[in-house]
């Protein structure tokens, strides 16, 4: 691939020495990780420095790297403050991982919660759509970072993504949980000196001035506030980005992790945090027609910017920037996905009741399984399918090879899913006479019609519909309870810390 | 529709350009045709979309196109008075985004940039037609409100029980 920031052998170095590092640190912190509470929820001791860092990087993903100049770049500024809004989930999440600590204080997933609070149909449905949207941001990642790799230099897209996939499997194979915060902590750093030192360089070859003008004159909609488009997608990503963090298991095994009094303080700083880095990163977006750059696809526009701005040393810091943001978010999400595996399909399957050595082992194989089916949803399927069909492998599938859709489709398709847990999830914790019925109706509503609206409407209005039908769903079914009489749901059956039993 | 359905990728038929030598020597006879070969279907309802170009050769050999460059113009009108350059330089494609609704027709033309071999700009392609229709500005001010009263309504909901100590 010609024209790429970095020559291939400059990223295979790259790519070799911070794999080596990750899984050394994997190793190192896997001392600490043999017991099954060190594994899933790092024994319950990280304090408030880790715990903000940790959730800084995990939100820090391609979301910010890839996603938010690319919700510049489509949607103008309506995007980019669209984008940052992503930032009030953490906020908002703040006191509900207080509140997580509180009723369950050995509790290990988010799954477990709905299971204890609304029944095994809930825990089923909730299950479902954990176990969806994991998959589908593991697999948007691994799909960012082998364009990535391929963008910045030109490493082919099968082997980026299959090389980093790999990385976080083993280093979150031999950690769990104290790795992935560990190296979370390590990677929030680098990633926040990498954005300021990209957003300088970019702010030193191009004015802010000069970016106004040049969007002005050839993209005139992106500064403008009547879009449609963008005014949808702004409340829909805020949404969103609430329904991400409410239900998922990737934040709440932190809350669970933390250590008591440290989650609301944690989750606040890391939101305040974050809020600006979305806008940086934006406006790296936004500067590339100012600066005359093609940009290929709308998802690779913040790094191919960032990397022809700065030139071949630049292209170093990007890729490593790249190359932590994206296994920052990976791992938290095997380790987090796994931890739902292990606890709520295989513990049961083993017919419950097993020695903690035994789910330790387990947990450890649902990581392998989690990595390999996300690879598998990685690969470039229409170039597979030509392999398949006879034509030569490397043709089909590693030089032509690319997945279809961007990042924001992909991603976005999640959307009314994780939207309509937000509401069983705040009167699961919150209220008494929320039935298991009203949750399974919220949650199955919410994601049926979002879904209809995703490909009726456009992927920007999906989780706001979902998220609005779910909210009416519990209303419903909270007058309901009122107006029978429900009796009000045990706290105390939250404070269990067993694992559910075999069926 | 979507805007992801106007992220295709390039067809595997896509006319190659030839070696670099058997280049040359068509290139002084005629300079090269550039077309566009990808580009998006029915109406953008999103104002952003993907355009794929390349050049017409007769070699069979795809030896990249490192050396080509491109002038790539849009216009409103079908004789292009009023075009501007959207796309100048290598690259065989782009992303545009933040188009005016109306219809916007695209031509592109090409030129070999190989030493002594640069014959000039070939002629322009063929245009190419792109719709923008965006979607109703009531419908999405609707969309929002209904948004602003949701994210108030969860907002409301975690502050009123932050202080709660019932567990």
């Known amino acids: 691939m010609s024209g790429t920031a970095l020559a291939p052998g400059t990223g295979w170095i790259l790519l070799a020495i911070f794999s080596v590092l990750w899984i050394g640190l994997g190793i190192w912190w896997g001392r600490k990780a043999r017991t099954l509470e060190g594994f899933m929820v790092a024994g319950r001791d990280v304090g408030l420095a880790l715990g903000t860092a940790t959730a800084v990087a995990t939100w820090i993903t391609s979301n910010t790297v890839m996603l938010a100049p690319q919700f510049a770049l489509q949607l103008g500024v309506w995007g980019m403050l669209g984008y940052s809004s992503a930032a009030i989930g953490l906020v908002l999440f703040a006191p509900l991982a207080r509140r997580i600590r509180a009723v369950m204080p050995e509790g290990f997933t988010s799954v477990e919660f709905v299971r204890r609070r609304y029944g095994r149909a809930a825990a089923g449905v909730f299950l479902l759509i954990s176990l969806f949207y994991g998959l589908t941001w593991m697999v948007s990642m691994g799909i960012a970072a082998g364009l990535l790799l391929e963008s910045l230099a030109g490493i082919p897209y099968l082997w980026g993504m299959t090389v980093i996939l790999t990385v976080c499997v083993v280093y979150t194979l031999l950690g769990g949980l104290f790795a992935v915060i560990g190296t979370d902590f390590i990677q929030s750093l680098i990633i926040l000196v990498g954005l300021v030192l990209v957003a300088v360089a970019v702010l030193v070859k191009v004015p802010v001035a000069e970016v106004d003008r040049t969007i002005v004159e050839q993209r005139p909609v992106l500064v403008q506030v009547m879009v449609p488009a963008a005014i949808m997608a702004f409340f829909n990503n805020l949404l969103f980005g609430l329904g991400e963090i409410f239900h998922g298991n990737v934040w709440w095994s932190r809350a669970f992790a933390m250590r008591e009094g440290v989650g609301f303080k944690a989750y606040a700083f890391a939101g305040l945090l974050w809020l600006p880095i979305p806008i940086v990163a934006g406006f790296v977006g936004l500067a590339g027609p100012a600066l005359g750059i093609a940009i290929p696809r709308p998802d690779v526009a913040g790094p191919v910017v960032a990397a022809e701005v700065l030139g071949a040393a630049g292209g170093v810091v990007v890729f490593i920037v790249v190359f932590c943001s994206l296994a920052s978010s990976i791992d938290s999400l095997l380790a987090a996905t796994g931890d739902v595996v292990t606890t709520e399909i295989v513990h049961p399957l083993l017919g419950g009741g097993e020695r903690e050595r035994t789910l330790r082992r387990a947990a450890s194989g649902v990581v392998v399984v989690v990595g390999l089916l996300t690879w598998t949803a990685c690969l470039p399927w229409e170039g597979v399918l030509a392999w398949l069909g006879g034509e030569d492998f490397t043709a089909a599938v590693i030089a032509d090879g690319r997945p279809v859709g961007t990042l924001a489709t992909v991603l976005f398709f999640a959307g009314p899913l994780v939207g309509s847990a937000i509401w069983p999830i705040l009167t699961g914790l919150h209220t008494r006479r929320m039935s298991g019925g009203g949750a399974v109706l919220a949650m199955v509503a919410g994601s049926a019609v979002g879904l209809w609206a995703y490909f009726a409407l456009g992927w920007y209005t999906a989780s706001l519909i979902g998220t609005g039908v779910s909210f009416l769903v519990t209303v419903a079914a909270l007058g309901l309870a009122r107006w029978r009489g429900t009796p009000g749901f045990d706290w105390a059956r939250l404070k269990s810390g067993e694992l559910p039993e075999g069926a | ?167």
Not at chain 2, 91 to 117: C, E
Not at chain 2, 126 to 143: C, D, K, M
């Open chain 2, 1 to 167: 529709m979507t805007g992801s359905s106007y992220l295709r990728r390039t067809p595997r038929n896509r006319i190659p350009i030839g070696h670099r030598t058997a280049l040359a020597a068509f290139v002084i006879a005629l300079p090269p045709q550039a077309v566009f070969v990808d580009v998006p279907e029915g109406i953008d309802a999103v104002g952003h979309h993907t355009l794929v170009w390349g050049v017409e050769t007769s070699g069979d050999d795809d030896a990249g196109n490192a050396d080509v460059i491109y002038e790539v113009r849009r216009a409103a009108g079908p004789d292009f008075a009023d075009e501007v350059v959207i796309h100048e330089g290598p690259g065989d494609r782009a992303f545009f985004s933040g188009v005016p609704d109306g219809t916007h027709r695209h031509r592109v033309r090409a030129r070999l940039v190989n030493g002594s071999d640069d014959a000039g700009w070939g002629p322009w392609s063929p245009p190419v037609e792109i719709v923008v229709g965006r979607q109703s500005l009531a419908f999405a001010w609707t969309l929002f409100a209904i948004g602003a009263a949701l994210f108030a309504a969860i907002a409301g909901f975690i502050v009123r029980n932050a202080g709660s100590r019932t567990a």
